[in-house]
């Protein structure tokens, strides 16, 4: 069977139950571009990793529900970037110009501020795993993060184990739900005291703070505010600073 991309997202679950019976073609602009299959032991090998890459890149925004050894499994086979968030697995964009030049001026802010202390700013790539229980374990990719444990929680393969006190992100129009609702409750429930939510698409920022598995604090800043940290007191952020454009602002 061929069906075409826009087709296989609109009907997802009818093509999923099909692929049990037969391999499905994907094709985009008429070109075949993937290829769908019922997933078996077989295939899910190394040596055949681009099955479950085919099957991942269909969910950047919607998530592909797997195992957790399924996800390691993607993650360990291939070059691309995933999170697993409650049983799903999402595929993560490359970032765009806008996202980079204000991760790069947000860390420089925060390697400043917090050097000569005990916690270290670290920013992404840097998987972060995260349980609200035994069963359900969750890696995220946060944009920053700030680590107070690092040299406690390093495992015997040099990963970090440990729960970021705040963590940062930088949302786009197709991870704007994700970081608002799914992150924002994934961080809440596992120990994260602080949550920065930065919006390049309306200039703001969000902080919330949490206490007792529960948002305690909370406040948008916008403009030519700065963002000001609940937990770390004295940290600030200046958002004209942050959002500013220097080749616009050069020219």
């Excluded at 202390?117 to 972060?128: N, Q, V």
Aim: hydrophobic fraction near 35%; glycine fraction near 4%; proline fraction near 3%.
């Amino acid at each position: 069977m061929i069906v075409n991309a826009t087709d296989l997202k609109n009907n997802l679950g009818k093509y999923l139950r099909l692929s049990a019976g037969e391999e499905i073609i994907i094709t985009s602009n008429g070109r075949k571009v993937a290829k769908l299959t019922a997933y078996n032991d077989t295939h899910n090998t190394s040596s055949d990793g681009g099955l479950l890459q085919e099957k991942a890149h269909i969910y950047e925004t919607t998530p592909w529900k797997a195992s957790y050894q399924e996800f390691l499994e993607l993650s360990e086979n291939s070059d691309e970037r995933y999170e697993y968030i409650d049983g799903g697995i999402y595929l993560l964009a490359s970032p765009k110009v806008v996202h980079q030049r204000i991760l790069s001026e947000l860390h420089f802010i925060f390697y400043n501020w917090f050097q000569r202390k005990t916690c270290r700013p670290m920013f992404a790539p840097f998987d972060i795993t995260l349980k609200r229980n035994a069963e359900n374990i969750n890696v995220v990719q946060p944009d920053l993060m700030v680590i107070c444990d690092l040299e406690e929680k390093i495992n015997e393969k040099d990963y970090y184990m440990g729960v970021p006190t705040l963590v940062a992100e930088i949302i786009s129009e197709s991870t704007r739900s994700k970081d608002f609702i799914k992150k924002l409750d994934l961080y809440m429930s596992t120990g994260v005291k602080e949550y920065w939510i930065i919006n390049p698409l309306n200039q703001e920022v969000s902080i919330y703070l949490f206490e007792d598995n529960e948002i305690s604090q909370n406040a948008t800043f916008k403009k030519d505010e700065s963002a000001v940290s609940y937990y770390f007191a004295g940290l600030e952020v200046s958002l004209t600073r942050i959002f500013a454009d220097p080749i616009k602002n050069h020219k």
